[in-house]
């Protein structure tokens, strides 16, 4: 399978990420396990979560998602296999939020126990703190390299603005820079990201992993009418996309899937995959049997037409 550098980072991974917020959450702890070991297999051994994964949920206090992934690392030993990279920053309850120095070192070590491991591959600011120097949560994370708690540090959820910024204050005082970003980008969400913000990663060398990569599942074409929602857990997500444009998009993919002998869902990462400033879309599932679809997206490669009529189909009006 094709390896990809997230960044400048010297970290090589499979050209698709898995999004880890359904640990704990639709997938329990023996079926996250199935999927881990599926996943390492396959060889997509790139997974992504965060410590506020999943605090959504009644009941849950965060730290769920990390929590599955440290035990099926201390079961199966395969440390060595994976590529983890979590986040800090949200919420999560008697004021642990935000990215002060003392913030990052509290959530550095409760994710390390966790995941039951003395190190982190990626270390992700999951949203801006305008309320912190960007100087002192640079130097927080530089603290944590030179310790070797942490190889590599993104961000997640900045603008194009306050990530050159970022990347300035790196280099203007030696601090390690992020080396990637994680916006929110696929088929039927595609303005906030192109533009400024895809530029400044191209020209910066900034990996991009984006996430909501299936907007939530609907670019599975399983969400073909707001009864086919109902009920679901993430159903709040995928109604908005419920509309002419969303369906554009989807028969759109069900034209080149036809045409390719492919799935909605791998045709829609693997148009992502195409995209020059795209290092690898995180994409989730909940069984064994959905992998295959994320398996068969870093196989696919879609010719220069079926690009230019997803490119269409999706649009912005």
Known sequence: MEHRELGRSGLKVPPLCFGGNVFGWTADE????????????????????????????????????????????????????????????????????????????????????????????????????????????????????????VRAIGASNYSAARLSQALEVSAANGLPRYETLQPLYNLVERPAFEGELEQVCLTRKVGVIPFFSLASGFLTGKYRSKEDAAGKARARHVEKYLNDHGFRVVAALDTVGARHGAKPAAVALAWLMAKPAITAPIASATSVEQLADLVAATRLTLDTDAIAELDAASAPA
Do not use: C
Request: proline content about 2%; overall charge negative; charged content about 30%.
């Open 30 to 149: 023996a079926r996250s396990f199935a999927l881990l070991d599926a996943l390492v297999e396959a060889g997509l051994n790139f997974i992504d979560t965060a410590d506020v994964y999943s605090r959504w949920v009644p009941g849950h206090t965060g730290g769920e998602s990390e929590t599955i992934i440290g035990r099926w690392l201390a079961k199966r030993g395969r440390r060595d296999d994976v590529v983890i990279a979590t986040k800090v920053g949200m919420d999560m309850g008697e004021g642990k939020t935000g990215l002060s120095a003392r913030r990052i070192r509290q959530a550095v070590d409760e994710s390390l126990a966790r995941l039951n491991t003395d190190y982190i591959d990626l270390y992700q600011s999951h949203s801006d703190d305008q309320g912190t120097p960007l100087e002192e949560t640079l130097g927080a994370y530089d603290a944590l390299i030179k310790a070797g708690k």
